[in-house]
């Protein structure tokens, strides 16, 4: 904190960072489940109607 007045710049702010970090970690586990999905659906756009197993 001295430094920060030494320097003449303002002190982080720590909670607005950690709420930044907590974001971005969700941001990324949201678009992961979404590459999952599309992922997913491209891979179902190839499967033949006969090859789908509805007993599983």
């Known amino acids: 904190m001295?430094?920060?007045?030494l320097f003449e710049v303002t002190f982080p702010d720590?909670?607005?960072m950690?709420?930044?970090r907590?974001?971005?970690k969700l941001l990324k586990q949201l678009?992961?489940?979404i590459s999952l999905v599309r992922y997913?659906?491209?891979d179902?756009?190839?499967t033949?109607?006969?090859e789908i197993n509805v007993e599983q």
Do not use: I
Not at 2 to 5: D, F, L
């Open 2 to 5: 001295k430094s920060s007045a």
């Open 14 to 16: 720590f909670k607005l």
């Open 18 to 20: 950690k709420q930044c």
């Open 22 to 24: 907590k974001d971005v």
């Open 31 to 33: 678009w992961d489940y």
């Open 40 to 42: 997913s659906m491209n």
């Open 44 to 46: 179902w756009k190839s």
């Open 48 to 50: 033949r109607w006969r």
